[in-house]
């Protein structure tokens, strides 16, 4: 189950639950910054949730601080400030919402898409990697072939292909082994 700190003094934090109407998450609560800061360290935290109420400029630090850990963070402000104080919290990566439930849903789902865009930039980049591995352990097989064994890089990449179909192995696996074998 995913966690989720809610920022807000006591007497606020059911008030902004039931905005929230969040399923399949589990609820921690701060009431001040210290403590908010410590359970940001400690744990695992799919999202925080910080309200504006807060007295002074906690509500901000604790943003602030929050999104710098690479935490997904939303700070719940008035309706009227909305749209002043996402201008200003863009620039910290804090996501914000007015205190209304169409408001919060809103930002909520905008935090949906970002986490799905990631994990498939996240995936892409995976694979562009095992490429890049692929391609450059190849290279090296083929360099050492060409050095060691006198050939050229069009015979040491048939020697590859013909070694990866003989011993039914992928062309990496290939390349890694003629690696070891030479270096």
Do not use: W
């Not at 807000?8 to 589990?26: F, N, Q, T, V």
């Not at 939303?74 to 749209?83: C, F, G, K, M």
């Not at 104080?85 to 408001?103: E, F, H, T």
């Not at 083929?142 to 292909?161: D, N, Q, T």
């Amino acid at each position: 189950m995913e966690m989720v700190l809610l920022v807000a003094e006591h007497s606020r934090c059911d008030e902004i639950r039931k905005l929230l109407c969040l399923g399949g998450y589990a609820f921690i609560r701060a009431e001040n910054e210290k403590e908010a800061r410590m359970k940001i360290l400690d744990l695992q935290l799919s999202l925080v949730i910080v309200d504006a109420m807060l007295p002074g400029s906690t509500a901000k630090n604790v943003s602030v601080f929050a999104a710098s850990q690479d935490v997904d963070t939303v700070l719940i402000v008035p309706d009227e400030l909305a749209s002043h104080v996402a201008l200003v919290m863009r620039k910290y990566g804090v996501y914000v919402g007015a205190a209304n439930r169409d408001s919060l849903a809103a930002v909520l789902n905008a935090i949906s898409v970002a986490r799905e865009k990631i994990r498939k930039a996240d995936e892409r980049n995976r694979k562009l990697l095992d490429r890049l591995r692929n391609e450059k352990l190849l290279t090296e097989a083929k360099c050492l072939l060409a050095g060691r064994r006198g050939m050229s890089e069009e015979e040491a990449h048939c020697y590859i292909e013909r070694k990866a179909m003989d011993c039914r192995i992928s062309l990496a696996d290939a390349a890694m082994s003629i690696v070891r074998e030479l270096s």
